[in-house]
């Protein structure tokens, strides 16, 4: 039996059919939807179709940014266009499978991964989103920006909180706005929510984001009187983790929870136990790589590659019984290639 164990990656491979010009794909594009291939519920870090994601498309390269305030995290690759497929290395490629002037439509393939581990992608040229935004907002002077309508930075916010802090972190959250007035060339700062009472931590975050005007490429948004983006702020201290995160176009303290998928300390524990099951499995230590791959489970119930792992252990090691109830756990999840897997091996 070949164990199920998943590395997840950001590489992609595919078979070749009709020739795509490569002038039809060149160009921003903005991601609006995402599913499996298989017809699996999404069950990954960012479950929400809304969570930002920008394709640029330029000559032979691929840059993918997450982040709809700035540029800094750009991941970028190189690729051949071969017939309809963006090949990026020997094993890697995306697959056009739709594309117009306005829309765009990808799937990707890892070589070993089966439609339940990868996505379709469903993408919105960035020209046609802005022209949509100003047309609905043509007669507005003040205007709240969203992550498809916002003014960029060409830095990171949170690196310049967290050196004003200079590594005195407490545990705090917070909620604001900032409202940016181009003519004025200001920015206004209010908070209007914080779990701290420290008047000096909120004049610090305060201070940082009224003095970023200098950072904010406003090109399209001279026209406006005031652009405001409402934010919240998480400042967290812990025996392995310090440090400042902001989330912008929100004032839902939740939200750090749904991006990250849970705490985000569960996570790094989730993370760790996962690790100690692949090793204990590689050493055939199975019972205590099935432990780790359960707690692995228990703090992040979106891993379900924990849940994967432990049942090819079971499996592997002989416990038929245990791994099918496991592929049923999982296919009760909404996942087609665990219902497979249960009625292939547990009838």
């Keep these: 039996m070949k164990s199920i164990f998943f590395i997840i990656t950001i590489f992609f491979f595919t078979n070749n059919y009709g020739q795509i010009r490569l002038s039809a794909i060149?160009?921003?594009?903005?991601?609006?939807?995402?599913?499996?291939?298989?017809?699996?519920?999404l069950f990954d870090r960012f479950v929400e179709d809304s969570a930002y994601a920008e394709y640029r498309i330029d000559q032979n390269r691929l840059c993918i940014n997450s982040s709809p305030i700035h540029r800094t995290n750009e991941s970028c690759l190189d690729f051949n266009l071969i017939n309809d497929l963006m090949k990026t290395s020997q094993y890697a490629g995306f697959i056009i499978e739709k594309v117009s002037?306005?829309?765009?439509?990808?799937s990707e393939k890892i070589e070993g991964l089966t439609d339940d581990k990868l996505k379709r992608l469903y993408f919105s040229k960035q020209e046609a989103v802005l022209a949509q935004f100003k047309e609905k907002n043509k007669n507005k002077k003040n205007i709240i920006a969203s992550k498809l309508f916002t003014p960029k930075t060409n830095a990171t916010i949170e690196i310049d909180l967290?050196?004003?802090f200079k590594n005195n972190y407490s545990n705090f959250e917070l909620v604001g706005n900032l409202k940016i007035y181009p003519a004025q060339k200001k920015i206004k700062t209010e908070i209007t929510f914080s779990t701290q009472n420290d008047s000096s931590r909120i004049r610090t975050v305060k201070k940082v984001i009224d003095h970023s005007f200098e950072k904010w490429n406003l090109k399209d948004f001279q026209d406006y009187e005031s652009i405001e983006i409402p934010?919240?702020?998480?400042?967290?201290?812990?025996?392995?983790?310090?440090?400042?995160?902001?989330?912008?176009?929100?004032?839902?303290?939740?939200?750090?929870?749904?991006?990250?998928g849970g705490k985000m300390e569960d996570l790094r524990k989730s993370s760790d136990y996962f690790s100690k099951g692949l090793v204990a499995y590689q050493q055939k230590r199975y019972s205590e790589s099935i432990t780790y791959f359960t707690e692995s489970y228990n703090f992040d119930r979106k891993n379900i590659d924990a849940l994967y792992n432990k049942a090819a252990v079971y499996f592997e090691s002989g416990d038929k019984e245990n791994a099918c109830k496991v592929w049923l756990e999982i296919s009760m999840l909404g996942q087609v290639n665990a219902k497979q897997l249960f009625l292939d091996n547990c009838n």
Excluded: P
């Excluded at 594009?29 to 699996?40: A, H, L, T």
């Excluded at 919240?232 to 939740?254: A, H, M, N, P, Q």
């Design 162 to 164: 967290n050196k004003a």
């Design 101 to 106: 002037n306005d829309s765009l439509i990808l």
């Design 26 to 41: 060149q160009g921003h594009w903005i991601k609006y939807k995402v599913e499996m291939k298989d017809g699996s519920d």
């Design 231 to 260: 934010f919240v702020l998480k400042s967290e201290i812990t025996k392995r983790y310090w440090g400042i995160s902001v989330l912008f176009f929100t004032e839902d303290l939740t939200e750090f929870e749904r991006i990250y």
